[in-house]
């Protein structure tokens, strides 16, 4: 797998492994590029050519071939039944589905094939397949290829090795017409993009299976090599490798070489490390082979025979038993073929464990084409581009007209993007149509990350989710954000006019808590996610403490957190990436001090009376009020508090409510000023006026009902005080003795 930012060189250096000339106008990669490649050569030959390229047909056809030889020279073997000439259809093994696929007659077309290739080599050697997937480097598609990640991988980290490590990255895409268009610059350096891929993959990869046949490995290459001297190339290689010693990675790494592409194909003139490479993955493939059970190997010829791109999982095991493969062992081959790259099965997702992707390249172009705006000209609805574009919002009409043609029912490729968490569903007032957000596609932010939205009356001190990689994990961010989304008590702040100032991009996004005075905004610094919390009203006006509601947005981060580690760990087999979060709170003893965080800190344990310290001062000191809000108050009226604590009203808590005034006589023609006194504004108790009119009794239950969803900490004191205020005194004094307050 190559991976890299866009305009390493990922393609240029594919055609390098192949031996062919180096072609300066090489156009970019957009989304991905899957190749099945023979990588011939060295212990890999065959009796035509020394080279790598391009799998063909006939190459299949011959595969078979050998292994039809082999496997007749050893009768006894279980094989032997479905190579020999006698193979016959068992009825009563194969499901109609696959006569419905003519699997029978694929078969005996293949057999035939493959017998009379047979004699046309002397000598049987093994004939590796590699899958070689050259994916885009812009930094929308870096965020699905976590779904991607096999153990049964060579990964290759490309990196512009003529730049300083320290500049932030720019995006390159290089066009058919021999065009450069260079994008944003995005908020990371060379080093940043290199040391977090290496963790990552660390991350995903290295535990989840502890066969060392199937390890990964990954090797650090510096491209455009023709442009530094020997002394520069040594340089070079010495910044990387101090990106990974004494790191957890770092035996991931196997080394880390500087290559001339321009040098491609030119015989002896050719740059010595590009023939290194090739015999470091001959080296890698002899590690990988396995003994392959010939029925495994013609399951797979049949699908392909197929040119399907999608089939179902009952298709598959059809194709398998036909195959005389067992049906309880066909997930096994399917599994395999996916750690190959070969196919793509998710049994462990729900939109996807009854779907077999033969066609890994198509998959991936077709969730990547609803990125490709800025590449795609001539779609019907230029405005529903621009809301996408602008502000992640993907509506129901564009992502139909996007998919239609692509053989799968757009709906289902939307539920799959919102599993990925790559999307989320939302609610706003840009379109009257169903909305998804997917941050994404949108353009990075590259400002300082304590900007917030001026006006506000009260901010808690900066928090940081940092993770033991030391890096956020590519695609966690995104995925946070989404997952975000999703919760009840929060909404997109999204601009409704080019005057208001942009508050969401792919890096950066900014919501509302419970009320639209309510912001945090979550930035994805690389080393760290950034929180900030603020409040635009003043405290006394407010019905909810800030400091409870600081607290209930760290709580809600945790559980988001923990779902999108969920969900990437699916792509993984259910194996857990050894990648720990932890929460550190931003000292704030001093304004103008590098950030560091409060030493030793835990908010469950932590008293607002206690002292703190940190590595920059030696002496202890006292929270400050603004970090404060992240903590309880512990006191002498604790109990008193955790009773209060026990008592919040929720939706559930409705039917009790009304059972209350209704056996009080709470008169329902005052519901509307019960609202108020509750907290609830005007056009909110105006739309339950104008959907219930004339009904009073309905209008109070709707009343009480938006009010126990707005108020994340109703409470019968607060129900008390509010019909005491509209009146009903009676009814206040009998909630009070009834519930003890």
């Given amino acids: 797998m190559l991976l890299g930012s866009a305009g390493t060189g990922k393609t240029s250096l594919k ?167 260079f994008g944003e610059v995005v908020n990371e350096s060379t080093s940043d993009l290199m040391a977090k891929w290496m963790s990552t993959i660390h991350s995903h990869l290295m535990k989840h299976n502890k066969d060392n046949t199937s390890s990964s490995s990954l090797y650090c290459i510096g491209t455009r090599g023709d442009k530094l001297n020997s002394e520069g190339k040594k340089e070079v290689k010495q910044q990387m490798q101090s990106l990974f010693e004494e790191k957890d990675f770092s035996d991931l790494i196997k080394d880390v070489l500087i290559i001339d592409n321009t040098t491609s194909g030119r015989g002896e003139k050719e740059d010595p490390s590009i023939k290194e490479l090739r015999k470091a993955i001959d080296g890698f493939i002899k590690k990988l082979v396995v003994p392959t059970p010939v029925n495994w190997v013609l399951f797979r010829k049949v699908y392909q025979e197929l040119k399907q791109n999608v089939i179902s999982a009952s298709d598959a095991i059809a194709i398998g038993v036909a195959c005389h493969i067992p049906a309880a062992d066909v997930p096994e081959v399917l599994k395999f073929y996916h750690e190959l790259g070969a196919l793509l099965y998710y049994p462990q997702i729900e939109g996807l464990k009854n779907k077999v992707i033969l066609s890994p390249k198509w998959f991936v172009d077709t969730i990547g084409k609803v990125f490709m705006f800025p590449l795609e000209r001539g779609w019907s609805k230029e405005d529903r581009w621009s809301l996408f574009q602008n502000k992640g919002i993907l509506v129901q009409p564009l992502y ?80 946070l954000a989404t997952t975000v989304a999703t919760d009840a008590n929060v909404k997109l702040k999204v601009a409704h006019s080019k005057l208001e100032i942009k508050s969401i991009y792919r890096n950066r996004v900014c919501f509302s808590y419970g009320r639209p005075s309510d912001d945090f905004v979550l930035i994805d610094i690389n080393d760290a996610i950034h929180v900030n919390v603020l409040r635009y009203v003043p405290e006394c006006s407010h019905p909810v403490p800030f400091k409870t509601v600081c607290q209930k947005i760290m709580k809600l981060l945790e559980e988001c957190c923990q779902q999108v580690e969920d969900t990437l760990t699916l792509y993984h087999n259910g194996n857990n990436a050894d990648q720990s979060r932890k929460v550190q709170y931003v000292c704030q003893c001093s304004p103008s001090s590098d950030v560091h965080y409060i030493n030793d800190i835990d908010a469950e344990k932590q008293l607002c009376s206690e002292f703190v310290h940190c590595d920059m001062e030696t002496i202890p000191r006292r929270l400050t009020s603004n970090e404060l809000l992240w903590f309880k108050e512990i006191s002498v009226r604790e109990s008193n508090d955790q009773q209060k604590v026990t008592s919040i009203l929720t939706i559930t808590n409705l039917l009790d409510i009304i059972r209350v005034l209704e056996k009080c006589n709470f008169q329902n023609r005052k519901w509307r000023k019960l609202g108020l006194c509750l907290g609830l504004i005007h056009p909110e108790l105006k739309t339950i006026e104008d959907n219930y009119p004339r009904d009073a009794e309905r209008c109070l239950e709707e009343c009480l009902a938006k009010w126990l969803t707005v108020d994340i900490e109703a409470t019968w004191d607060k129900l008390a005080i509010a019909v005491d205020e509209v009146g009903e005194i009676l009814v206040a004094e009998y909630i009070r003795s009834t519930k003890g307050l």
């Fill in 400 to 479: 139909q007209e996007v998919w239609q043609s692509s053989g799968i029912d757009p709906e289902e490729i939307i539920e799959l993007l919102v599993y990925f968490r790559l999307a989320a569903p939302v609610q706003t007032e840009l379109s009257r149509f169903k909305q998804y957000f997917l941050p994404a596609v949108l353009q990075g932010y590259t400002g300082d990350p304590n900007e917030v939205r001026p006006g506000y009356e009260l901010r808690a001190s900066p928090v940081h989710i940092t993770f033991s990689t030391g890096y956020v994990p590519p695609g966690f961010f995104t995925r």
């Fill in 15 to 181: 055609r390098s492994l192949m031996e062919k000339p180096f072609n300066p106008h090489t156009t970019s990669t957009i989304v991905s590029d899957v190749s099945s490649v023979r990588p011939f050569g060295h212990e890999w030959q065959t009796m035509r050519e020394k080279k790598w390229r391009e799998a063909t047909k006939e190459d299949e056809i011959q595969e078979l071939a050998h292994l039809l030889e082999s496997s007749l020279s050893r009768p006894s073997s279980h094989n032997a039944s479905i190579l020999s000439a006698e193979y016959s259809h068992n009825e009563s093994s194969t499901s109609s589905i696959a006569s419905d696929l003519n699997v029978e007659g694929r078969i005996q077309s293949l057999l035939r094939k493959a017998k009379g290739s047979t004699g046309q080599t002397t000598k049987s050697f093994v004939q590796p397949f590699l899958h070689i997937w050259d994916c885009g480097g812009q930094p929308v598609f870096l965020e699905i290829l976590p779904a991607f990640l096999t153990p049964r991988t060579m990964f290759l980290l490309l990196f512009d090795a003529s730049k300083d490590f320290r500049k932030r990255w720019q995006s390159r895409q290089n066009t058919p017409d021999g065009k450069v268009l």
